[in-house]
């Protein structure tokens, strides 16, 4: 799945190139590979074709400068993708790779919930501060606010909720479909999981501010 992040908005001039690396070119590499080369096992021929995600992901710091979660996170289930091939030789497992951290990752993310600071918190700074030092210290300081240490802390509930949701949606698609319908479907799955999280989050924070605001005027 292709980082997608809060403040890029969604557009088509930024959705096509996902479509192409993250579906398109899979699908078709996966499509040839175990066409012109029958010797070679659907999990190997799955890690081939998982090199575009990667390389959507690599323009996508690239562009950003900046290497945050959600990109780690993408980028090491991939990683986690090519080892569980050579150990396993399961496509279908293959197929779950990133859904192996995402899992992970929203285990932690409802852990956090006991944390000083929750998990959203976190990622919330690094997506909307680009790591400048003054706009951390002023993002920061939104943690003294009436009622903002609930915000995090609910966003944190339904963001770690939603993964996994979304990780049980991929097992079951990866129960029910064939491999080229998963590289299809996959990633328009993860898509859509992640908008709906982001759709959520930004309104239930503007509503959160307004609430805010109107509590101080």
Not at 8 to 29: H, K, Q, S
Not at 47 to 53: A, D, R, Y
Not at 196 to 201: C, K, R
Request: hydrophobic content about 55%.
């Amino acid at each position: 799945m292709g980082v997608v992040r809060s403040d890029e908005g969604f557009n088509i001039r930024r959705v096509l190139p996902m479509l192409v690396l993250d579906v398109a070119c899979p699908y078709l590499t996966y499509h040839y590979l175990i066409r012109f080369a029958p010797a070679m096992s659907p999990a190997l021929a799955l890690v081939l074709s998982g090199t575009f995600p990667v390389l959507a992901n690599v323009l996508s710091l690239m562009r950003s400068r900046t290497l945050d979660i959600i990109g780690v996170v993408v980028l090491v289930g991939i990683g986690v993708g090519a080892v569980t091939a050579f150990m396993s030789g399961d496509a279908r497992m293959v197929l779950l790779r990133e859904s192996f951290v995402t899992g992970a990752l929203a285990i932690v993310c409802l852990a956090s919930l006991w944390w000083p600071r929750p998990l959203l918190f976190f990622i919330g700074r690094d997506f909307s501060t680009g790591h400048d030092p003054a706009r951390v210290a002023q993002f920061n300081a939104l943690w003294e606010l009436p009622g903002a240490r609930r915000t995090f802390r609910v966003m944190t509930a339904v963001r770690g909720a939603g993964w996994i949701a979304g990780v049980a949606i991929k097992i079951a698609l990866v129960l029910t479909l064939s491999i080229p319908q998963v590289l299809v479907v996959g990633p328009i799955e993860s898509w859509g999981i992640t908008a709906a999280l982001i759709w959520w989050t930004l309104r239930y924070a503007r509503d959160a501010r307004a609430r805010r605001q109107g509590a101080q005027a």
